[in-house]
């Protein structure tokens, strides 16, 4: 052992000890005749004291010598600083070093390790292993390896098995883009990535493993937006003799106990909330519930004037922004010209104060008088002091627009606080979506997803209309899980493939083995995922998960400290029966 | 929720409790006035009771057709059995059934839901949800499970970190093959699918986190031999600031704890033995020592007469078998047999009877006389009573042969006993072996594997001579787990590339990213990697991973199961920019 101690862990009652640290000079000090070192590990900083007085003359004249990141190995006293450090758990004590080794000298870093560095992204991801070596980074995945156990021993303790399922896999259109992977010994044939562990965790029911988890990387090989990854590690979780409820209830239970554990926060309330109800309230299907300004809809109040732009819209829906009255009309255009930015894509917005005083004063008084006013203050709760932002149109379209309104107000407000914690189920989802791409309908989770019973009839009427058992786990704004209850049953998944726009053929040649595992006796079944590179940011406070994946790729999906992807030869490619086409 | 219980759970304390379990039908007795049903989940069997008596008559009725594995909800009264049955735990109680529902039907399975079924492995592995719900497969994967959540456990309580390495990385030519993935965002590009997170580990340490674990998903595209799979699962782990010996203790005691918490075995003894050791005493580098038969080297006491057999082997090497003095003539020309098998390649064998009253009799009584049979007998450990079997030839050759016959003679006698355990280190690989293929020297273990520092100097003399700082760990004769302590300096690290032939350009372009790592401060640093398939089946006393895999594939690749791999649509390759070439 390269050591005796640690660098974090030396205190004032191991003073007068002979230890043995190693690690990397984060820092020197050379004042001539005394030189302090900061010796830095994986566990904390310890200073280290070269003295004239007490230290060997040819120990001195190699610490001289020593540059940043040099790792070193140095045995000396533990001894009573000086001048203590209050920030810093050894700041009582230094080691007064007798002797030491460079274990290995070091270029001088292209970004500085410290918690705040001048590197930029790019560089820090050229050079990650050096990056890991800074507080925030390093202290993220250690982060990250604590809920993951967290997670892993609630959920054993709960009777569930972690079961690995394969990665070699098979390609299925539905879906995102699979990864692919050529076989050599099965000639012009590939495996694909998982995009999740989905049919193999219903078979795992089938197979009656009953209570199912897994921490699994899947694969999803998309164009890259920012905050994506094209391999990302998701908390994949099937029960089998269970309805909602009883999965709702168990992940509840798990989501208060990492509240609990890590951020040491009691969950008085986990509301539940319908898709449809959160589309209306909050313009979005995971609404950020730590803060109010929920829409009011205003067409009964706001479509009886002359005001065409509101009477042509099908929607008009405003928020009240909390002491937004006092905006000086430079800072409400400014606004206006963020709803208009085609991120957004509003054509306009319409906005009222509401005066201390009692009456209002809109952008559109030509149209409206105070009672209209008045009526809109009361539809979208807004007080004295506050600010009405209306905007209106296509239904889907101006929800969307509303809602990004009101996050970046939140934000803007301060009212997104990291350290607060809300919870929610999105319930009752749609089980079909339409594409306008390929005009028809795509299953909104996937396609093994079960339609509400009651729907079912609507399939062929109304197909829009029909509900899933499919709900949402919801945190501050964040989707961090979503499932369903799953079609049990080989019938109605023909009748879901057969809507989704499956051949019979197609359906058995893609999902045959799932569909002929129904007929063997499949038991009443459903699941979750929560995507853990996500869940582990917010619980860290963060809302980019970059810093909580060791080797992140960038959003061309290169690695770009090992340059990854890279060229094979045509050895490789000839045994594989594969060649470029370029 | 489908229960308020399990089929494994009820007691006679529970007698009159009103209960509602699900699950299989495992099997019905009907008696005509009397139904008996097994009803079977993960956690037991709870039989139920149709009593015309008792239960309502339509229930009695329906239950008549009920099929084996059926899946059904039933409500009853917990009653006690007239007959009880001792062998299982719910044996004292009975379901009396006042209701049921049928949650779903079922084919007649392909084979029986049995422990002992009567299904083939090919036909298991295409049902492979079926053959999880018997007991050896459903308790094999739990017990995975339990192994997973032991060594994380252990690990983390030692300060480990679990970090993801990318399943994206690059494809190098050195070691077995990989697996590849076309890159559809970097034409022409390929990732490839890690053998091991070898360099990621290493770039950890780099990072300073110290000590890292991960159990991980490997990959290898090998022609597969019976019970190797394409895809496999590690306990991959790495340590900076520490020498061989830290590692050795570590592991040591991660061992210890998983053989006394899943096995209730202590181990008193950890012994250690070089690979040079080993060769000579066992003809193997993975002995098996939970039993005797040690080589005897007999050069010096064979070679002296006018065999010329043994005068012209560069080896005469024998084992006494315990007992064996007393096999016919026919069952030692079955040995020798055995022996000649292509599989073992023997050219003959010969053997020396130790009688009873101290004599010897032996298959070559015409070249040596008792005296050169007594002194065998001495360098052999043979007893009176026990065989000598003797082979000679080319060292290598011989070696490995007469390991396989020790094994085999283990088998047949008994002594490998799967619930004994007995541990080994064999330590001081050679760093570098011959491959007669390419006629080079390949890195024995991999190319990062330090060379002990005292041997260096024969790397270009004798370079088959060098030892490493290599070590593997056995268990019952079968490696489980293998490492070194890595280079962590860029000019040794070149260096030893040299000699495996790489030219500096094709070492720069493949591991560039590391040598460079290695020039900002590497620490000292070493690790192991454990095949966890294995570990699992030899804790469990299994010699084959196949039933602790949950989704196998068979030897050519392919999950027979989701019938993959498979052909992917022409629209798939062009935009992956490749195309078949068959």
Redo the contacts between chains.
């Keep these: ?3 005796s101690h640690s660098c974090g862990e030396l205190r004032a009652t191991d003073i007068n000890k002979e230890i043995t640290l ?1 690690g ?1 000079v984060q820092k020197t000090r050379d004042k001539g005749f005394m030189i302090w070192v900061d010796l ?3 566990y904390g900083i310890t200073q280290l004291i070269f003295d004239e007085q007490r230290t060997p003359k040819e120990v001195v004249e190699k610490a001289k010598n020593l540059g940043r ?3 070193i ?1 140095v045995t000396g006293t533990v001894i009573e600083r000086e001048s203590k450090n209050k920030n810093i758990p050894t700041g009582e004590i230094e080691i007064l070093v007798s002797e030491f080794n460079i ?5 001088v ?1 292209p970004f500085t390790i410290e918690d705040e560095t001048d590197g930029g992204e790019d560089i820090r991801m050229k ?7 800074r507080n925030p980074v ?1 202290n993220s ?2 982060f ?2 604590q809920v ?2 967290k997670v ?2 609630y959920l ?1 303790k709960e009777d569930f ?11 299925t ?1 539905e879906g995102a ?17 998982p995009q999740s562990p989905q ?2 965790k219903q ?2 029911m ?6 199912y988890f897994q921490i699994v ?1 899947c ?1 999803r ?1 998309e ?2 937006r920012a905050d994506r990854q ?2 990302f ?1 998701q908390i994949d979780c099937e029960m089998a ?3 909602q ?2 999965i709702l209830t168990i992940f509840e239970g798990l989501t208060r106990h990492l509240l609990k554990e890590i951020k040491n926060v009691e969950i008085a309330d986990f509301p539940r909330m319908t898709y449809a109800e959160a589309m209306k309230t909050y313009g979005n299907d995971k609404p950020d519930i730590r803060f109010g300004m929920k829409f009011g809809e205003l067409n009964s109040v706001a479509q009886h004037k002359d005001f065409k732009v509101f009477n042509d819209a099908e929607l008009v829906v405003g928020i009240a922004v909390p002491g937004g009255a006092s905006y000086t009309r430079k800072e409400i255009d400014k606004l206006i010209d963020w709803v208009r930015r085609p991120q957004v894509g509003a054509l306009g917005m319409v906005y009222v104060k509401c005066n201390e005083d009692g009456t209002f004063k809109s952008s559109v008084d030509k149209f409206y008088d105070q009672e209209d006013l008045a009526n809109w203050a009361k539809t979208t709760g807004a007080n004295a002091g506050d600010l009405i932002c209306v905007l209106s149109g296509q239904i889907n379209k101006v929800r969307a627009q509303l809602s990004a309104l009101r996050m970046e107000l939140a934000e803007r407000l301060g009212l997104r606080n990291p350290e607060e914690f809300a919870p929610l189920w999105v319930v009752d989802f749609p089980l079909l979506e339409w594409d306008e791409d390929t005009e028809r309908y795509h299953a909104m989770h996937h396609p093994f997803t079960s339609p509400k019973p009651e729907d079912i009839a609507l399939l062929d009427s109304k197909p829009g209309d029909v509900r899933a058992n499919a709900y949402d786990l919801v945190l501050n704004g964040n989707e961090i899980g979503g499932g369903s209850i799953r079609i ?2 080989k019938e109605t998944q023909a009748l879901m493939f057969d809507h989704l726009g499956f051949t019979p053929e197609e359906a058995k040649a893609q999902f045959g ?1 799932l569909m002929d ?8 079944h459903g699941g979750i995922a929560f995507g853990f590179d996500r869940l582990v940011a917010i619980l860290g406070g963060q809302e980019t998960i970059r810093d909580y ?3 992140p ?1 960038n959003n ?4 770009v ?9 045509q050895e ?11």
């Design positions: 052992m390269y050591r190693s990397w830095r590990d994986r990141e040099f790792v190995q274990l290995n000298e070091a270029l870093p050079y990650r292993y050096l990056d890991i070596r390093k995945l250690m990250r390896h993951a156990m892993r021993n054993s098995v972690e079961v690995e399922t394969p990665y070699l896999i098979k390609s259109p883009r699979d990864f692919v992977v050529p076989s050599r010994m099965n000639e012009g044939q590939f495996y694909a990535l049919t193999f078979l795992l089938v197979g009656g493993m009953d209570k990387k694969f090989d164009d890259l094209p391999e590690t003799f269970v309805e409820e009883d049990h049953d083995f595992a129904f007929q063997y006796g499949a038991p009443p994946i060791a080797f790729k061309s999906g290169r690695d400290m090992i340059d990854a992807p890279a060229n094979i030869d490789q490619l000839k045994e594989l029966n594969i060649k470029l086409d370029l």
